[in-house]
């Protein structure tokens, strides 16, 4: 295992709410030298760049990319905005942190992938399920022969309204399949270590094309796997906004010799009452504690861990897990259930060799 001693170059296309998280991980990195912040809204940028003392400002990720001080990048565009700068991006020889979903077409993930082999850099998706301490448990415990032989896994991840209306401008563009899905698919796969076979989905529509949105309001997802495991995932993007927390995260694992529960949301491992919480996000009674809470005014959680570890293998050139292949699969599933949520029936998912 080699190590480096320079700080890796880093430039982040995209400085909107994860962006910004990514910024904070990043610039408290010492093994990173956060040099330079692309965004559309050069004024965002610039005000990112000044929080963290970053030197270079980009309106575009092409002018960015051709900054020899940039090594590495993370892509935190909206979702359908990843594969025009992950794609130049490792075309230019930058290592590759992008956000989930890797990309919205299979052609686009074909070609960063073939595009990575080609110049030799290393990418990886921000899966971040794989580092939170709950599911790796989990696939520990199926890892070691504890659980048995996993058969079933129930996984609900959603949003209250406050997501889709308030928290990104770009819903309508995307839907809660895309935003939510791919955590749920890796997770799953990851879980069984097998690949997705047959997708059935229902998806519903109504009350966030009422409000003006137009995207699904939920889908749900059964998944058949290669060697027999079943997957049932539900995403839901119409949660009231009067929940206690912005997220409803539960998962739960049969195995033939035991059984996972897993609550990332509402264990109450955290609640506050006061003046404020019953306005709504951000003041919200159940703060997070799991996902991406601050301590000691850190970045911690399972979402900044990811991050760090992406720089992990950069500082020690080894390859990431969650890779290309594992967000193109991701992608091809996401796109089977939205063809079988469009004509009511299974529909076998179609994987691409690469
Ligand atoms: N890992 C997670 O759990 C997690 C959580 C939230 C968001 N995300 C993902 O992060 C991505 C960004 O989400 P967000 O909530 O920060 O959105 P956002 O709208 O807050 O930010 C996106 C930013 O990208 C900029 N942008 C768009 N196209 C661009 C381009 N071509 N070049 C440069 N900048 C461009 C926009 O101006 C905006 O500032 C999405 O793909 C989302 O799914 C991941």
């Known amino acids: 295992m080699t190590t480096r001693t320079k700080p890796i170059g880093y430039g982040i296309v995209g400085v909107g709410i994860w962006g910004q998280l990514h910024a904070r991980v990043l610039a408290d990195d010492a093994r990173v030298n956060l040099v330079a912040i692309c965004d559309l809204d050069q004024a965002k940028a610039r005000q990112v760049a000044e929080r963290h003392g970053t030197p270079h400002v980009y309106g575009s990720y092409e002018d960015m990319l051709r900054d020899p001080a940039v090594e590495a990048v993370s892509v935190t565009t909206p979702d359908f905005a990843h594969g025009a700068p992950a794609l130049a991006a490792v075309r230019a020889g930058r290592h590759l942190l992008v956000e989930k979903p890797f990309t919205t077409t299979v052609e686009e993930g074909l070609a960063i992938i073939a595009a990575s082999q080609q110049s030799g850099v290393k990418l990886m998706v921000d899966f971040h399920t794989r580092w939170s301490p709950s599911y790796y448990n989990a696939w520990q415990s199926i890892q070691s022969g504890e659980l048995g032989e996993l058969k079933l896994v129930t996984f609900r991840l959603s949003d209250t309204t406050y997501v889709p209306t308030k928290y990104i401008s770009w819903a309508n563009r995307s839907s809660v399949l895309w935003f939510l899905g791919p955590h749920s698919i890796d997770t799953v796969r990851w879980l069984f270590g097998d690949e997705v076979r047959e997708v059935y989905a229902v998806r519903r529509d109504g009350v966030l094309s009422g409000m003006g949105i ?53 264990n109450r491992a955290f609640e506050k009452y006061s003046e404020l919480t019953p306005h709504g ?26 991050i760090r570890y992406f720089i992990d293998c950069l500082w020690q050139d080894t390859t990431p897990l969650a890779g290309g292949i594992d967000g193109l699969r991701a992608t091809e599933v996401i796109l089977a259930a939205e063809q079988s949520a469009q004509i009511n029936a299974p529909v076998q998912v179609m994987r691409h060799n690469v």
């Open 214 to 266: 137009n995207t699904p309001d939920f889908y749900t997802l059964l998944l058949q796997f290669e060697c027999g495991g079943v997957a049932y995932l539900e995403h839901s993007w119409i949660l009231s906004p009067n929940t206690p927390n912005l997220i409803d995260v539960k998962c739960q694992l049969q195995g033939s010799r035991g059984t996972i529960y897993i609550d990332n949301s509402h």
């Open 281 to 306: 996000y951000p003041d919200l009674p159940y703060a997070d504690t799991a996902v991406m809470p601050v301590a000691q005014g850190r970045q911690v959680g399972y979402a900044a861990e990811s």
